[in-house]
């Protein structure tokens, strides 16, 4: 284990151990009752003076275990479990698999949930939802630690998870990294879509939602401004699962994508593929691989080959509403590291990236030529929006009001709508997380759910209410009657 793990370990036993020492203490059935409903960091304390004085005690030593998973402290809660295991609790076998699983340990993992289900068949108990697919994905995890590729992480970037292609900063010879707002008004798209186009900008790549999951789509510009109808990019690739974040290199023929389901490793992996044009479709993708896939949620690689510098990013930080941007030097070849490299798990994970590096390397000159990429270099804003404000009249940028309250009414309408879009975002992934929560999470969920339904529900303002207003603003300040 690298210095910096071990010192961010310590870190995490000391906040938990300062937190316990500070906390409430309820009675055992209160804290059992936190436990229930999901409040781990609430629980834990009084667990952990219940087991000064019954050290041995399977159930304590089981729920002060879990509270320590959930918590984030994961390597703690090991010998807590494994105490649950020897006292015949069934379900700390369960969670030490979620635990190894969580500390990239998938052959244990795998065991620990095959002990589990073995204990409920001879129990002839109802195994906890998801399991299956649990030890599927360790078993891919464990596959997949005997490929992890040398790459070097030259920088990684904390960002907001609305905005993060505004972080990517790729050469203008790359292509451009498109938000929905940023799309031809002949296209509908919603807030989550990215689409790429590349340099000379006659084709877009996106994904579209023609059957309630995304797929991957193009449209081809035609003489003029006109744009093609968006068509599914290949018959091969588009399937029953979401396939989304599409990038193409220089060759027009390599395509990167996201993707879940199951040949993903965690939610959205990243995948590669190459167009075959004897068959005129693409050949069936190849996941990448770890370090830049966990089993969380990893997407959006992008490949600039004129500064040879690759991105991409992920939410296996765990870090409420933001993701982590990493940045690496692309491999002309994949190189892995051998299975008994000391500290695998960490470079799986990108614990520290620094471990990464080349011995001596400088990334000075890269980063500098990174950060000196204006803004207006990697941006295309092939229009603002699209608001119409009477027969003949469209406006596509804010300069095109006359009237600075129209442009304030409809700024309002905008904010509205990305508020509401943001909520239903959220809703969508509490609900996707509660389809394969424990069922001391979907407690947790439940609540949250409900919570941001009702908020949903109660909201009484529309985007549309704001835009009349400006439309009304604007028709008036221009002197035209449309009645």
């Known amino acids: 284990m690298s210095k910096y793990i071990h010192t961010i370990a310590a870190i995490l036993i000391a906040i938990v151990a300062t937190a316990t020492a500070q906390a409430e203490i309820y009675t055992l ?223 027009g023929q390599t395509l990167y994508f996201a993707q879940d389901g199951e040949n993903s490793f965690g939610g959205y992996d990243i995948f590669v593929t190459m167009f075959n044009s004897e068959r005129g479709d693409y050949m069936l993708p190849q996941n990448v691989g770890m370090p830049f896939n966990s089993p969380y949620n990893d997407y959006m690689m992008v490949i600039d080959e004129y500064l040879n510098v690759g991105w991409f990013v992920t939410d296996r930080n765990h870090i409420p509403g933001k993701l982590t941007l990493y940045i690496f030097i692309p491999n002309d070849t994949k190189r892995v590291y051998a299975t008994d490299t000391p500290h695998l798990a960490s470079l799986a994970q990108l614990s520290s990236i620094a471990d990464t590096w080349a011995e001596g390397a400088d990334y000075s000159e890269i980063l500098e030529q990174i950060a000196a990429i204006k803004p207006e270099e990697r941006s295309m804003r092939i229009h603002e929006f699209t608001f119409v404000v009477c027969d003949g009249r469209i406006y596509t940028h804010s300069s095109d009001f006359s009237n600075p309250e129209a442009l304030h009414y409809y700024n309002q309408s905008r904010s509205l709508q990305r508020r509401i879009d943001e909520r239903n975002a959220r809703l969508e992934s509490l609900r996707a997380e509660y389809a394969q929560a424990s069922l001391e999470r979907k407690s947790q969920l439940e609540n949250e759910i409900r919570q941001l339904e009702n908020e949903i529900l109660k909201s009484n303002e529309s985007p549309m209410m704001y835009e009349n207003r400006a439309r009304r603003a604007e028709l008036a300040f221009l002197g035209i009657n449309i009645e």
């Open 29 to 251: 059935d209160e804290a059992r009752e936190l436990y229930k409903a999901g409040k781990y960091e609430e629980a834990a304390p009084t667990f952990q003076k219940e087991l000064k004085k019954k050290p041995k005690n399977g159930s304590l030593n089981h729920w002060f275990g879990v509270c320590l998973h959930y918590m984030g402290n994961h390597q703690e809660a090991i010998k807590y479990l494994q105490k649950g295991v020897e006292r015949k609790v069934i379900l700390s076998n369960f969670y030490l698999g979620e635990v190894y699983a969580a500390l990239y340990r998938f052959e244990e993992a795998v065991d620990a949930y095959d002990a589990y289900m073995s204990n409920i068949e001879k129990d002839k108990k109802e195994p906890i939802e998801g399991i299956e697919q649990r030890i599927a994905t360790a078993k891919m995890g464990q596959k997949m630690m005997r490929g992890v590729e040398q790459v070097q992480v030259i920088d990684s970037l904390v960002v907001d998870s609305l905005t993060f292609i505004n972080y990517y900063r790729i050469t203008p010879e790359a292509g451009r990294l498109l938000s929905h707002e940023m799309l031809p008004q002949a296209f509908e798209a919603d807030s989550a879509t990215i689409a790429y186009t590349p340099q000379r900008g006659d084709v877009i790549y996106m994904a579209n939602k023609p059957n309630g999951n995304y797929d991957l789509c193009l449209s081809n510009n035609l003489l003029g401004h006109d744009w093609g109808a968006l068509h599914s990019i290949s018959n091969t690739l588009n399937n029953e699962y979401n396939q989304n974040y599409p990038y193409v290199l220089s060759d």
